[in-house]
C-alpha cells in the first residue's frame, strides 16, 4: 500500500530529544534567574561608595550567557539525539529488513537479536518463532500438496490401465473390468471426500455446538462393530459425560478415524481396543488405545502427518487414504485441543485427544447428539 512520505521515527525522536533538552534548560536557566531576582535591587542605591548591580544590569549579563547556553543545548540535544535514537532503533532496522526478506519469500532468515532481555528482543524472538512456524507450515504443506498430487494420480492411472486393456482386448469379461474400475473409483471419492473434510478443519468453517464426547464414542463403536467383528477384535468403551465445544459432524468424524484406525491397525487375531473418555479441571480427554506391535518414537513421530503409514499398515479394504490421524489433528487443533501419540508398553498405540472442558453455561443437560 503505498503512502505519501513523512517524517522518520528517528527524526522524531531526535527533535523530541532536543526539544526536552531545551525545556530542561530554559527551566533551569529561569530558576537561576528567579534566584539571582531576590539579591538584586530595582533600583541602584544613592550614596558614597560604588553602586550596586541593578536588575537591568543583571539582565544585560545574563542574557547573552543565557542565550549561548540554550544556543549549545540546542546543538547538543540535537546530535546527541540523533546519535542515541540510531542507536536505539538499530534492532528495529534489523527487524525490518528480516521482513522484508521474509516478504521475498525466503523463511529461513532468523534475526536472532544479541542482549538481555528488552521489548526489542522479544519483539525479535517473537518474529524468529513465527518465521520458524511459518517456515514449517510451508513446508508442511508443500509436503502435502505433493502427497496428495501422488495420492490422486495412483487411481487415475490406475483407471487409465484398465481402460486401455477394455480397448486392447474387447473379448476381455467387463464384469470383472467394472469391479476393478469401482474399486478404484471409490478409493479415489473417499481420498477426494478426506481431503475435504482436512481442508474445512483448516478453516473452521464449522457452527461451534455442545457436544458430549463421551455419546460420540458411542456412536463411533457402534458405527464400527461389523468391521470390529470381522476382524476379530474386541472394543470397550468407558468414561464419564464429557462436554466440549465444537462441531459434531467433525468431532464424530475425529472419534470414527481414532476408532477405525485402532481396529485396521491391530493385531491379526485377538486385538483389542479400548475407549475412554475423562473429564479434567480444563480439558476433557477422549483415549484410544489399541493393540499391536512395537512403534518406535521415529516411526511415531511422523503417523500424524498427511499420508504416513507405519511399516505394517500395508492398504487394504478397510486401510483408508493415509489421512485418518492428520484429519484427528487437523479437527483437534481447529477446536483448541492437542492431539498425543505414545506407543503402549504391551505393544500398540495410544492415542489421546484433549479439548477445552465446555463452560458450565453452556447447558450441559442437553448435549448434541
Known amino acids: 500500500m503505498s503512502r505519501a512520505p513523512g517524517v522518520s521515527v528517528r527524526l522524531k525522536l531526535t527533535l523530541s530529544y532536543a526539544g526536552f533538552l531545551m525545556v530542561a534548560g530554559t527551566l533551569l536557566l529561569a530558576t537561576v534567574w528567579v534566584f539571582l531576582l531576590r539579591y538584586v535591587p530595582d533600583h541602584a542605591r544613592l550614596g558614597p561608595g560604588p553602586s550596586s548591580p541593578t536588575r537591568t544590569d543583571l539582565l544585560d549579563a545574563f542574557a547573552p550567557r543565557a542565550a549561548q547556553a540554550l544556543g549549545f543545548l540546542l546543538l547538543f540535544g540535537l546530535v546527541g539525539g540523533w546519535l542515541l535514537a540510531g542507536r536505539m532503533l538499530a534492532p528495529l532496522t534489523r527487524i525490518t529488513d528480516a521482513t522484508r526478506i521474509a516478504a521475498t519469500g525466503s523463511l529461513s532468515h532468523r534475526i536472532r ?3 538481555r532481555s528488552d521489548e526489542f528482543r522479544e519483539l525479535a524472538d517473537a518474529f524468529d518463532t513465527m518465521l520458524a512456524r511459518l517456515e514449517a507450515h510451508v513446508a508442511e504443506q508443500q509436503r502435502f500438496a505433493a502427497n496428495a498430487s501422488h495420492e490422486l494420480r495412483t487411481p487415475l ?3 487409465q490401465t484398465l481402460l486401455d486393456v477394455a480397448r486392447n482386448d474387447p473379448s476381455r469379461d467387463s464384469s470383472e473390468l467394472i469391479d476393478r474400475l469401482q474399486l478404484v473409483n471409490t478409493r479415489a471419492i473417499d481420498l477426494t471426500e478426506a481431503l475435504l473434510l482436512l481442508s474445512r478443519a483448516d478453516q473452521r ?4 455446538e455442545l457436544v458430549d464426547l463421551s455419546l460420540l464414542a458411542e456412536e463411533a463403536t ?11 477384535v474386541t472394543i ?4 464419564d459425560i464429557t462436554p466440549a465445544i465444537g462441531s459434531h459432524p467433525l468431532l464424530l468424524q475425529m472419534t470414527t478415524n481414532l476408532v477405525h484406525n485402532a481396529i485396521v491397525h491391530n493385531l491379526p487375531e485377538g486385538g483389542a481396543v479400548w475407549v475412554t473418555t475423562t ?8 483415549t484410544v488405545e489399541n493393540t499391536g506391535g512395537d512403534l518406535s518414537p521415529q516411526l511415531l513421530a511422523t503417523l500424524g502427518e498427511p499420508f504416513r503409514r507405519g511399516t505394517d499398515r500395508v492398504r487394504t479394504h478397510h486401510a483408508g487414504v493415509g489421512l485418518g490421524l492428520a484429519i484427528v489433528k487437523s479437527i483437534a487443533q481447529a477446536h483448541d485441543g492437542t492431539l498425543a501419540l505414545s506407543p503402549r508398553a504391551a505393544g500398540g498405540l495410544c492415542v489421546t485427544v484433549q479439548l477445552p472442558l465446555a463452560p458450565p453455561s453452556a447447558g450441559r443437560n442437553d448435549p448434541a447428539r
Not at 468453517?205 to 461451534?208: E, G, K, L, R, V
Not at 457402534?222 to 476379530?232: H, M, N, Y
Not at 470397550?236 to 468414561?239: A, F, L, M, P, R
Not at 473429564?279 to 477422549?286: D, F, I, S, Y
Open 279 to 286: 473429564v479434567h479441571p480444563e480439558t476433557v480427554a477422549l
Open 205 to 208: 468453517s464449522f457452527m461451534p
Open 236 to 239: 470397550e468403551t468407558s468414561g
Open 157 to 159: 492411472a490406475i483407471t
Open 222 to 232: 457402534e458405527t464400527l462393530l461389523p468391521l470390529a467383528e470381522e476382524r476379530g
Open 113 to 115: 537479536l544479541e542482549g
